[in-house]
């Protein structure tokens, strides 16, 4: 089945800095998704996007398919994004094979 | 919004129970999946549905067995758990077509003692 590899595998920032996390993918994709955990538990959709950017407040996202790629990127980090983000993508079938995550700490 | 409601937060259970878990979603969603959870393995499938009563084996689906009768449910059900099901299991629904954006529910944390 298609691979999914994720880096960096944690990542601590301060409050206010930039950060970039990528997500590498083994085959063709129909479709990429970035998701948020939070520390209880809860996974948040932050993107839906197989390729091309889009961005949405302080994140953004690029997926270049034919190199198979994808960076979430945080600018001016809070606290408030802790938590692990996701890579998640769909090969031939109906199904999310997700990476391993990033673990990402904001100290203030 | 979409909404994937699970039903136990928090779940003690005995090795050897039969252990059902719960997933609802209010949206009309045609598929739903379970996943769990693990520390250094990521999200992984376990079962899937494309529509009511049917479904289909993930990636781990070994000691599991689901049911959807309906719809807008989703049951997993652990026949006889065992110390090594201990996890985070997570709901999610999407919709058919070309978009399949995944609505998760918020988890459920089983602990098998």
């Known amino acids: 089945g298609i691979q999914v590899e994720q880096s960096p595998p944690d990542l601590i920032l301060q409050e206010g800095a930039n950060s970039t996390l990528r997500c590498n993918f083994s085959?063709?994709?129909?479709?990429l998704q970035w998701f948020h955990q939070n520390p209880w538990g809860q996974l948040i959709n932050l993107f839906y996007?197989?390729?091309g950017t889009k961005q949405n407040g302080r994140l953004s996202a690029t997926t270049v398919a034919t190199e198979r790629y994808s960076l979430l990127y945080i600018s001016s980090s809070q606290t408030t994004d802790s938590g692990v983000y996701f890579c998640a993508v769909e090969g031939s079938g109906s199904r999310l094979t997700f990476g391993e995550g990033t673990q990402l700490t904001v100290n203030p | 919004d979409v909404k994937v409601t699970q039903s136990s937060r928090y779940l003690v259970k005995r090795t050897g129970e039969k252990v059902f878990l719960e997933c609802v979603q209010d949206m009309d969603h045609e598929n739903m999946f379970w996943y769990r959870q693990d520390p250094g393995l990521g999200l992984r499938l376990i079962y899937f549905?494309?529509?009511?009563?049917?479904?289909e084996k993930g990636d781990i689906p070994e000691g599991y067995s689901v049911s959807r009768e309906k719809k807008e449910r989703f049951s997993l059900i652990l026949e006889s758990a065992s110390t090594n099901q201990t996890s985070m299991y997570l709901c999610?629904?999407?919709?058919?077509?070309?978009?399949?954006?995944?609505?998760f529910g918020s988890g459920t944390r089983l602990t098998v003692v």
């Open positions: 085959d063709s994709v129909n479709n």
């Open positions: 996007i197989p390729s």
């Open positions: 549905s494309y529509d009511v009563k049917m479904k």
């Open positions: 999610a629904s999407s919709s058919g077509g070309r978009y399949q954006g995944y609505t």
